[in-house]
C-alpha cells in the first residue's frame, strides 16, 4: 500500500483527498493543512474543508502556522510516506520534506502551466478573459510551481463562469487526472518534461488595488473581471463617499460616447454605466457599504432616487 502524505486547504482540495482516500491502494498516513482562521464579521474560528474532511475519515491532522522549522515537520518525516500530494496547501515546503519520500512531492495545479504560476490561476485565467484553463500535475520543485510536468488536462471556460463554478469544475477534473497519472508515476512508466520557461505567466495573489474596477476599460474585460473576482475577494466602484462591491454585471449591446465611469441610464429596473471603447455595461447585483448584497431592482428602489443620469462613478 501507498503511504500519501496529503497537504492542501480550501474546498478545491477537497474532492482530490477523497478521490485518494477512496483507493484502497492508497493510505492518508496523514493531512497538512493551514491552521483553523476567524471567518466573517463575527470572526468565528473556522477550520478550512481539508481540516473537515480529514476529521470525518479520522486520519491525523497537523495545522503549522509555517511548516519549515516546525515541531510537525519532524513528525512528518517519521511517517516515512512514499510520496507527497499537494492541492492548494498555501505554504513553500522544505527540500527536507520534498527529498524524503521515494517518489518526492507531486502537486496538482489548477492551471495549464507554465502559463499562471502562484496562488491564484483560477482569478487571473478569468480575469483574463482566457477561453481555456486546465490542471496539472507536477513534480514539486524548490522554485514555485516550476516542477517537471507529468500530465495536464483542458477545460473550457464559460461565459457564466466564475471562480467558484470554474474551482468545482477543476477540482473534479484534478481528481480524475491525479488517480489516472498517479499508478503511472509509482510505477515509472510517465516521464516527466520540463516546463517551457519562454512560456512562464505569474498569478500571484490578488492585491486590493486590483479589485478596483477601472471603467476606462470594456464592458466585456470588466465583466471578466467581476466574474474573476467573485465570490471572492470581489470587485468593487466608488460612488462619491461609499464603496459598492459589484456581484453581477452583463454586456449590453448598446454603444455610447460618454465618458467611462458615467451612468448613462439610471431608472428603477436598471443601472447603465459608460465603459471602454463606447461600450456600455449593465450592473444586475450589488452590494453597497454596510449593507446586504441586492439585485438591482432591489437596490434602485432604494437607492434609485438618488442617482442621476450624467453622474460619474469609480475610477477610469
Not at 471567518?39 to 473556522?46: C, D, H
Not at 476529521?55 to 495545522?63: D, G, V
Not at 515537520?73 to 527540500?95: N, R
Not at 475577494?233 to 449591446?253: G, L, N
Amino acid at each position: 500500500m501507498t503511504k500519501i502524505i496529503f497537504m492542501g486547504t480550501p474546498a478545491f482540495s477537497v474532492p482530490i483527498l477523497e478521490g485518494l482516500i477512496a483507493r484502497a491502494e492508497y493510505e492518508i498516513v496523514a493531512v497538512v493543512t493551514q491552521p483553523d482562521r476567524p471567518v466573517g464579521r463575527k470572526r468565528v474560528l473556522t477550520p478550512p474543508p481539508v481540516k473537515e474532511c480529514a476529521l470525518k475519515h479520522h486520519i491525523p491532522i497537523f495545522q503549522p502556522e509555517k511548516i519549515i522549522g516546525s515541531e510537525e515537520l519532524d513528525h512528518l518525516l517519521a511517517l516515512q510516506s512514499d510520496v507527497i500530494v499537494t492541492a492548494a496547501f498555501g505554504q513553500f515546503l522544505p527540500e527536507k520534506l520534498l527529498s524524503a519520500p521515494k517518489f518526492g512531492g507531486l502537486n496538482v495545479h489548477a492551471s495549464l502551466l507554465p502559463k499562471y504560476r502562484g496562488g491564484a490561476p483560477v482569478h487571473y485565467a478569468i480575469m483574463n478573459g482566457e477561453e481555456k484553463t486546465g490542471v496539472t500535475i507536477m513534480a514539486m520543485a524548490k522554485k514555485m510551481d516550476a516542477g517537471d510536468i507529468y500530465a495536464q488536462a483542458e477545460i473550457l471556460i464559460g461565459t457564466k463562469d466564475d471562480v467558484g463554478t470554474l474551482f468545482e469544475k477543476l477540482s473534479q477534473l484534478g481528481k480524475e487526472l491525479l488517480l489516472e497519472t498517479l499508478p503511472q508515476i509509482l510505477s515509472g512508466k510517465i516521464v516527466p518534461l520540463p516546463q517551457d520557461e519562454k512560456l512562464v505567466s505569474f498569478a500571484p495573489n490578488i492585491s486590493r488595488a486590483q479589485e478596483d474596477i477601472l471603467w476606462s476599460q470594456t464592458a466585456a474585460q470588466i465583466d471578466c473581471k467581476v466574474r474573476g473576482l467573485r465570490p471572492a475577494p470581489v470587485a468593487y466602484t466608488d460612488y462619491q463617499e461609499t464603496r459598492w462591491k459589484i456581484f453581477e454585471v452583463q454586456v449590453s449591446a448598446e454603444k455610447t460616447l460618454e465618458q467611462p465611469g458615467t451612468i448613462i441610464e439610471a431608472t428603477k429596473n436598471s443601472l447603465k454605466i459608460a465603459a471602454g471603447s463606447e461600450t456600455v455595461l449593465a450592473i444586475m447585483s450589488l452590494q453597497p457599504a454596510g449593507k446586504n448584497s441586492k439585485n438591482i431592482q432591489t437596490f434602485m428602489s432604494g437607492m434609485g432616487q438618488h442617482l442621476f443620469v450624467g453622474e460619474r462613478i469609480g475610477k477610469i
